[in-house]
T-cell receptor
Framework: GAGVSQSPSNKVTEKGKDVELRCDPI?????LYWYRQSLGQGLEFLIYFQGNSAPDKSGLPSDRFSAERTGGSVSTLTIQRTQQEDSAVYLC??????????????FGEGSRLTVL | AQRVTQPEKLLSVFKGAPVELKCNYS??????LFWYVQYSRQRLQLLLR??SRESIKGFTADLNKGETSFHLKKPFAQEEDSAMYYCALRGRDDKIIFGKGTRLHILP
């Protein structure tokens, strides 16, 4: 596709349920990032994938959060046993690989998660 | 540890007045610094990066290693500059972290 695609765009769930958020990066981009955007907290780094290297999971706030990237392309962010404080916009971004990486991130429109 | 600090949550400036959005960073090494912008109902997008030393939409930013700052400046604000601005840092490991952002509001 032309840009980074995220789904769903909006998700309302009940506390305690699991949710999955999907990201389709730009074709050919080997780096993929997940961020959480909330009022007052700005853009919080969650996890970073680069090619076949082990992901940098240092930003995941708890073990309820996990992410996968299958085949070096599509990524899924999973939040188990959601809590109200998980409500936020989850942004995915991709960029070119390390060799040609200009550092520019291309963002999706985000998935807005509301936990009731 | 990598850290990006944007001290102002909200900055209100009259149209035609100068703008300065502050950004300070903490990093042991030579980072790459960026400014990203999010206009209303649009995706977050790159505004400029320090290695390019470019001016985009009249904005410039100079990396000051002594003060560990990368402030964003524009001499004359325009109404279309109203947006959310994020300063970002990329370290050796290519992890990119952002500050909490500053909302710029241009007053008519």
């Amino acid at each position: 596709g032309a840009g980074v695609s995220q789904s769903p765009s909006n998700k309302v769930t009940e506390k305690g349920k699991d949710v999955e958020l999907r990201c389709d990066p730009i074709s050919g981009h080997t780096a993929l990032y997940w961020y959480r955007q909330s009022l007052g907290q700005g853009l919080e780094f969650l996890i970073y994938f680069q090619g076949n290297s082990a992901p940098d999971k240092s930003g995941l706030p708890s073990d309820r959060f996990s992410a996968e990237r299958t085949g070096g392309s599509v990524s899924t962010l999973t939040i188990q046993r959601t809590q109200q404080e998980d409500s936020a916009v989850y942004l995915c971004a991709s960029s070119l690989g390390q060799v040609r990486n200009t550092g520019e991130l291309f963002f999706g429109e985000g998935s807005r998660l509301t936990v009731l | 540890a990598q850290r990006v600090t944007q001290p102002e949550k909200l900055l209100s400036v009259f149209k035609g007045a100068p703008v300065e959005l502050k950004c300070n960073y903490s990093y042991s090494g030579s980072p790459e610094l960026f400014w990203y912008v999010q206009y209303s109902r649009q995706r977050l997008q790159l505004l400029l990066r320090h290695i390019s030393r470019e001016s985009i939409k009249g904005f410039t930013a100079d990396l000051n290693k002594g003060e560990t700052s990368f402030h964003l400046k524009k001499p004359f604000a325009q109404e279309e500059d109203s947006a959310m601005y994020y300063c970002a840092l990329r370290g050796r490991d290519d992890k990119i972290i952002f500050g909490k952002g500053t909302r710029l509001h241009i007053l008519p």
